[in-house]
């Protein structure tokens, strides 16, 4: 079906909540993305930290296709392997509690709030100011961000956000009565800024002193994106509880929330539930990403291909180069235009946070001449 005939059928039946580019990718493979008309692109978006270890994996495929002529769900009044598999995989590579199993990042947030509440019943969550946790009404109202929460007012109450670069502020708005603090490690999509080692250690003291839940949102910088396997791994502040999701299923919807041990059992049977979550198939694909992704000398090389990939942009002259690992951004005047231009003319695909910024998210498995071939197509247009 040609493009325009796409662009009729979504402007007749589905809800405009998206301002899609005007592609449609049929193919990929590895860092390598086709269109309808054969054209080959560079993506170095990886369907915004999801696609953690590029397009058609031989081993995702293998455990996909496999799962999914086996058996593709049960639900989750049963047993199965890959589901129990996972949770021990990502249990060991984390806190060491217990995981909750979603279909979203949004998701594994909402189980986040609702163990911090169960918790501390009716106790408050403190945010970060232009955190991004989710759409969901739980997720949103962590999500302190004007134009996406006032049209959908009243949102879920006891929330509060603070500056994310004072770590006094933060201190300041934990107390006796505050259930949980949530912080993406590295704020994704507000443009990729990093909350500094203090804010991190801030927060960990103020939970400690109050008895509050530190929850870090790893949705977008965890799996290996930053060269760790989680962004706090860098500073060595440990949460209580995290969330994951994007990267986890390379392709296929999956989330968790991850506790540690002394929070394993706040939620009980009838808490919290999911009908697809957690299911055979998504979980093998989680699987064959953790066999990808947890290898020592990958999260080198995602350490080395960002240095490379950041000093190139610094090279090229661009201004506020940051971020770490293969999670970077840098600032251009127009940069919904440059990303833009950069998709149509250069065949590279990277997204614009916002009017400055521009975002890049390539999979970690990203060769060195793919680095060099994108730094050239980003210096025809920045
Ligand atoms: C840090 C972070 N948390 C939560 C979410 C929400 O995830 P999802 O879109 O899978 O619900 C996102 C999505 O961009 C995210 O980047």
Redesign the pocket.
């Known amino acids: 079906m040609a493009l325009e005939d796409l662009k009729a059928l979504e402007r007749e039946y589905v809800m405009g909540t998206y301002a899609r580019n005007p592609v449609e990718f049929v193919r990929g493979e590895g860092c390598r993305l086709w269109d309808d008309e054969g054209n080959e692109y560079l993506d170095f978006l990886g369907g915004?930290?999801v696609v953690q270890i590029g397009h058609a994996h031989p081993t995702w495929v293998e455990a996909v296709s496999e799962q999914a002529g086996r058996l593709a769900h049960a639900g989750n009044l049963f047993y199965t392997g890959p589901a129990m598999r996972l949770a021990e995989r990502l249990s060991k590579l984390s806190l060491g509690g217990k995981v909750f199993f979603t279909n979203?990042?949004?998701?594994?947030?909402e189980c986040a709030i609702k163990l911090a509440r169960k918790r501390k019943q009716g106790g408050g969550v403190v945010v970060l100011e232009g955190a991004?946790?989710?759409?969901?009404y739980g997720?949103l109202s962590a999500t302190p961000q004007e134009a996406k929460q006032a049209p959908f007012a009243p949102l879920v109450p006891g929330f509060v956000s603070v500056p994310r670069d004072d770590p006094e502020a933060l201190a300041g708005a934990v107390d006796g009565e505050t259930a949980a603090v949530i912080i993406?490690p590295i704020?994704?999509?507000s443009g990729i800024h990093p909350i500094s080692e203090e804010v991190l250690r801030a927060a960990r003291e103020a939970c400690d002193r109050h008895g509050a839940l530190l929850v870090f949102?790893e949705?977008?910088?965890g799996m290996g994106r930053t060269g760790k396997m989680w962004a706090w791994q860098h500073v060595q502040v440990e949460p209580d509880v995290m969330?994951v999701?994007?990267g986890l299923g390379g392709g296929l919807?999956i989330?968790a929330c991850i506790s540690s041990p002394d929070h394993a059992d706040v939620l009980e049977p009838g808490d919290h539930g999911s009908t697809f979550a957690g299911g055979p198939v998504i979980a093998a694909a989680a699987n064959a990403v953790l066999d990808v992704v947890d290898d020592a000398e990958l999260l080198v090389e995602v350490t080395d291909n960002g240095e490379t990939l950041a000093e190139g942009l610094r090279e090229l002259g661009l201004e506020g180069v940051r971020g770490r690992g293969l999670m970077l951004a840098f600032e251009i005047p127009e940069a919904p235009d440059v990303a833009r231009r950069l998709l149509l003319e250069q065949r590279l695909v990277v997204n614009a946070t916002g009017p400055t910024t521009i975002r890049l998210l390539p999979p970690l498995t990203v060769a060195g001449d793919e680095i060099q071939d994108a730094l050239g197509r980003l210096g025809d247009v920045a």
């Open positions: 915004i930290s979203s990042g949004a998701e594994a947030i991004f946790h989710g759409r969901t997720a993406e704020q994704g999509e949102d949705i977008q910088c969330t999701a994007k919807p989330g």
